[in-house]
């Protein structure tokens, strides 16, 4: 029982900064997560996809540093698979204003819409799906070896 304890004790020191964790998402995802794709030699319509494939390299580019791209490639998988396994690990509503926004990239406006939000609302959810995702984030990219920096902010004691 000591552990539990030791735990609560951990979580109550480590507390995020919810409103920079979810910028540090939103920044992921409109200034880094494109490059994955690409050295990945994927695409947003391969999220959610059973067409991601860890064996996949690409194809040859004409350079003669292959073991390093398939190095980079082999990397840049992984971090589009962590970033596929914690969005479908998210809560259906976290995941489906997460994957409409930044995979479907779908406006803010008709999202709220489709699911039925008042403005205010949906960005209240929108703000709290994106701490959901950096939470289980921080646990895909170390189970998928991704180089992910940790998007998570915590509050300085």
């Known amino acids: 029982m000591m552990i539990g304890v030791e735990q609560s004790v951990l979580f109550k020191k480590a507390k995020l900064d919810k409103a920079?964790?979810?910028?540090?998402?939103?920044?992921?995802?409109?200034?880094?997560?494109?490059?994955?794709?690409?050295?990945?030699?994927?695409h947003l319509s391969d999220i959610s996809s059973p067409t991601l494939d860890p064996n996949n390299v690409g194809g040859h580019d004409g350079r003669n540093h292959q073991d390093e791209r398939i190095v980079v490639n082999l990397d840049a998988q992984a971090c589009v698979r962590a970033v596929d396994h914690a969005l479908s690990s998210?809560?259906?509503?976290?995941g489906i204003i997460l994957y409409l926004f930044f995979i479907k990239k779908m406006p803010d406006t008709?999202?709220?819409?489709?699911?039925?939000?008042?403005?205010?609302?949906?960005?209240?959810?929108?703000?709290?799906?994106?701490?959901?995702?950096a939470e289980r984030l921080d646990f895909w990219r170390k189970k998928d070896c991704a180089s992910i920096s940790d998007l998570r902010v915590f509050l300085k004691s």
């Open 90 to 94: 998210c809560n259906y509503s976290s």
């Open 20 to 42: 920079k964790t979810a910028q540090a998402v939103k920044n992921f995802f409109t200034e880094d997560f494109g490059h994955y794709l690409n050295l990945a030699n994927k």
């Open 110 to 133: 008709k999202i709220a819409e489709r699911l039925g939000y008042q403005s205010a609302r949906y960005y209240q959810l929108k703000n709290s799906a994106c701490v959901e995702f």
